[in-house]
């Protein structure tokens, strides 16, 4: 099944076929919140990485949900493993990305993200809702997880392994002066600077102008020119794991096939002393 969807390919009719659920989460740089000014799609729910979506257990903010927790919030919206589900976000894409990545660690086969999201489906002026399904609306079911074989997640242990040896290339979602240590990270307590030897590739770059995925052709190109081989194992990074799924689909896409995502990020590896840390200035 194909990872993204353009609006090009849906329509309201076609919108019966899916589960649309947005997915949600504030702006961790400029603090703006995730609100649904403009409306939903037609017959959306919701999950907010910011509350149910994550596992709060420890001091990480996005850290992923336990594939039995998943299935459990999968499971009372009315979403089974069979269950076709169409994923969007309201910035563009930013944070869809997580949730589909997340979907498949746990066996998802039906998963697509809506690229664009709901600024590509504003702009064709597709029809939107004031409201998410209800309660009443929906009719819990048992989410029964299983074996992935195409996307993974990784500790900061799996980085470390991985730092000093040739073949798997660590890449950096976060924006170039947080990738060089010119700027202060915006989550408190962070040092700033990157990993040993990875690669940074902003997660904005790999959009165009309208926020949607460049062409699988445009981003081999990218990351060839970035002297990124893609042939051989990656790791992706971000600020807290979210934007990494952005830079790890478009991986997929321009045809990778071992793609990893560092589940803590910048937020775990930043915050502990142990794990090393460069920056531009570092000689």
Same mark, same amino acid.
């Given at each position: 099944?194909?990872?993204?969807?353009?609006?090009?390919?849906?329509?309201?009719?076609?919108?019966?076929?899916?589960?649309?659920?947005?997915?949600?989460?504030?702006?961790?740089?400029? !603090?703006?919140?995730?609100?649904? @000014?403009?409306?939903? #799609? %037609?017959?959306?729910?919701?999950?907010?990485? +910011? &509350? $149910?979506?994550?596992?709060?257990?420890?001091?990480?903010?996005?850290?992923?949900?336990?594939?039995?927790?998943?299935?459990?919030?999968?499971?009372?919206?009315?979403?089974?493993?069979?269950?076709?589900?169409?994923?969007?976000?309201?910035?563009?894409?930013?944070?869809?990305?997580?949730?589909?990545?997340?979907?498949?660690?746990?066996?998802?086969?039906?998963?697509?993200?809506?690229? !664009?999201?709901?600024?590509?489906? @504003?702009?064709?002026? #597709? %029809?939107?809702?004031?409201?998410?399904?209800? +309660? &009443? $609306?929906?009719?819990?079911?048992?989410?029964?997880?299983?074996?992935?074989?195409?996307?993974?997640?990784?500790?900061?242990?799996?980085?470390?392994?991985?730092?000093?040896?040739?073949?798997?290339?660590?890449?950096?979602?976060?924006?170039?002066?947080?990738?060089?240590?010119?700027?202060?990270?915006?989550?408190?307590?962070?040092?700033?600077?990157?990993?040993?030897?990875?690669?940074?590739?902003?997660?904005?770059?790999?959009?165009?102008?309208?926020?949607?995925?460049?062409?699988?052709?445009?981003?081999?190109?990218?990351?060839?020119?970035?002297?990124?081989?893609?042939?051989?194992?990656?790791?992706?990074?971000?600020?807290?794991?979210?934007?990494?799924?952005?830079?790890?689909?478009?991986?997929?896409?321009?045809?990778?096939?071992?793609?990893?995502?560092?589940?803590?990020?910048?937020?775990?590896?930043?915050?502990?002393?142990?794990?090393?840390?460069?920056?531009?200035?570092?000689?």
């Amino acid at each position: 099944m194909q990872r993204f969807i353009s609006v090009e390919e849906l329509s309201p009719a076609s919108l019966a076929d899916w589960q649309i659920v947005l997915v949600s989460m504030s702006n961790p740089v400029s !603090g703006e919140a995730d609100t649904a @000014k403009d409306g939903y #799609l %037609p017959d959306s729910v919701k999950i907010d990485l +910011d &509350a $149910e979506g994550s596992d709060h257990s420890c001091e990480l903010p996005h850290r992923r949900l336990t594939p039995e927790s998943l299935s459990a919030l999968l499971g009372s919206l009315g979403i089974t493993e069979s269950t076709p589900v169409l994923l969007y976000d309201n910035y563009g894409l930013f944070c869809a990305p997580r949730l589909w990545w997340m979907l498949k660690s746990i066996g998802h086969q039906r998963v697509a993200v809506l690229n !664009g999201g709901l600024p590509a489906w @504003k702009a064709k002026g #597709l %029809p939107l809702v004031t409201d998410l399904k209800t +309660d &009443a $609306e929906l009719t819990p079911v048992t989410y029964t997880p299983s074996e992935s074989h195409l996307v993974d997640f990784c500790d900061a242990e799996g980085v470390l392994s991985v730092l000093d040896k040739p073949g798997t290339t660590v890449v950096d979602a976060r924006s170039r002066p947080r990738f060089n240590g010119e700027v202060a990270e915006p989550r408190p307590g962070l040092r700033s600077g990157h990993m040993p030897g990875a690669k940074n590739v902003p997660f904005t770059e790999l959009l165009t102008e309208q926020k949607t995925l460049h062409s699988s052709a445009a981003l081999t190109t990218y990351f060839k020119r970035n002297d990124i081989d893609i042939t051989q194992p990656v790791i992706c990074s971000c600020g807290s794991g979210v934007t990494a799924c952005v830079v790890g689909m478009a991986a997929l896409e321009a045809g990778a096939s071992q793609v990893t995502v560092y589940d803590g990020s910048w937020a775990e590896w930043g915050a502990e002393p142990r794990f090393p840390v460069e920056t531009n200035n570092d000689e």
